[in-house]
Each structure stands twice: as C-alpha cells, then as structure tokens.
C-alpha cells in the first residue's frame, strides 16, 4: 500500500489561512468517508484533528476543516496561530483492508 | 483519565525478537478496537496492525506480516505486538492507539522505542 501524497511544507503568516492536500486512490481516499487529519509537535504523540473527511473531535478549534474531492482531501486550517506550527498527517481507511498514512507535512508559522 | 502506556522497547541486533506492550486505563478495554503504528526517526506514521475487541479480526500491513504478531489480554487491559525477525527498517517508535467508530486513530500512547542494530 503506497503512502498518501502530500507536500513536504507549507507555510504561512498568523492570521491567514492554509491549506494541507492528501491525495490518494480510489481505494483508499476516494472510496471511503474515512479520512483523518492528525497533529504532531516534536516529540509527541500524534492528536486527532478531523475525522470522517469533515469532523472535529470535542476540544479541537473550528479553525480547522476538512473536505474531500475525488481522491484528495484537504485539511484547511484559518486564522493561523503560532501553536498550530507542526507536522500533520493524513490518514485514510484502505480496501486491503488497513490504513494509509501521507508522508506527512510541516506547517511553519512566519 | 483516559491513558494508554506502551512499554518494551529496546535495542536488539538483526534476526532478534522483541515483545512490546500496551497498558490501558480509564476506559473499558474491551470495548475498543485498537492498532500499532509506528515512526521511524524523522519520518512519517506507518500503521502497522489492527486488532479487533474480541481478537477475532487482525490486519498486518504487508511490511510486517509474517513476522509481528499483534494480541490483547482483555483481562487485563492490554495490548501485545511480539516482533520477530527483526531488521534495522523495523527501528522506529511504536505507538499504540484505539480506533473510533469512524475509523480515526483517537486515543495514542506516548510511544515506546525500538532500535534494530549490530
């Protein structure tokens, strides 16, 4: 099972608004509702942000948004705060059956 | 509060075995599906097994099957991946993590460390 493609980095200013690609197939992304985004700060465990393409879990901000379009979602993250500076991770249920990672993507902060 | 503690990480030479283990508190165990996932030094997640709440289902990406076996003691609110075979790709921290209804990985522990090397 190949890894989901994402961009290695992307960056922005406080207060702007991002957007984090996954791309996948049509058995992983683009046939199911299960995909997932995940936060990590260096050293951590990684933390649920979006499941189900679209949902946040309690106690993540509404800052955060996923959408789905084919075989790629996206993970938006708006109002940009220096703590949202990370590496996040996509995730999607596979046909194989199992799951999928992207390779990951470091949000800087400016 | 909710916790999940891995443990049994260690250095170990090519070819060895290892047995990693996952403790679970402040939820019922049993009610949960749970999986290992694991990260290599600076690189990305890499799901690695999945098993059911009964134990009847189990799942190995292609990378480990054959050689990890993934189990669980509901009795006592563990989690087990016994490594066999081991290779110095298998080096990485390995994280335990129960799965929701919806399929997202939602509860992690703070990952234990397993480093394959002569």
């Known amino acids: 099972q190949s890894a989901l493609t994402q961009p290695p980095s992307v960056s922005g200013s406080p207060g702007q608004s991002i957007t984090i690609s996954c791309t996948g197939t049509?058995?992983?992304?683009?046939?199911?509702?299960?995909v997932s985004w995940y936060q990590q700060h260096p050293g951590k465990a990684p933390k649920l942000m979006i499941y189900d393409v679209t949902n946040r879990p309690s106690g993540v901000s509404n800052r955060f948004s996923g959408s789905k379009s084919g075989n790629t979602a996206s993970l938006t993250i708006s109002g940009l705060q220096a703590e949202d500076e990370a590496d996040y991770y996509c995730?999607?249920?596979?046909?194989?059956?199992?799951?999928?990672f992207g390779g990951g993507t470091k949000l800087t902060v400016l | 509060q909710v916790q999940l503690v891995e443990s049994g990480g260690d250095l170990v030479k090519p070819g060895g075995s290892l047995r990693l283990s996952c403790a679970a508190s402040?939820?019922?165990?049993?009610?949960?599906?749970i999986n290992w996932i694991r990260q290599a030094p600076g690189k990305g997640l890499e799901w690695v097994s999945y098993i059911s709440r009964g134990g009847s289902t189990i799942y190995y990406a292609d990378s480990v099957k054959g050689r990890f076996t993934i189990s669980r003691d509901n009795a006592k609110n563990s989690l087990y991946l016994q490594l066999n075979s081991l290779r110095a790709e298998d080096t990485a921290v390995y994280y335990c993590a129960t799965l929701n209804a919806e399929k997202a990985f939602d509860i992690w522990g703070q990952g234990t460390m397993v480093t394959v090397s002569s």
């Open positions: 402040g939820f019922t165990f049993s009610d949960y599906y």
């Open positions: 049509s058995s992983d992304v683009g046939g199911y509702n299960y």
């Open positions: 995730s999607s249920y596979t046909s194989t059956p199992g799951w999928v």
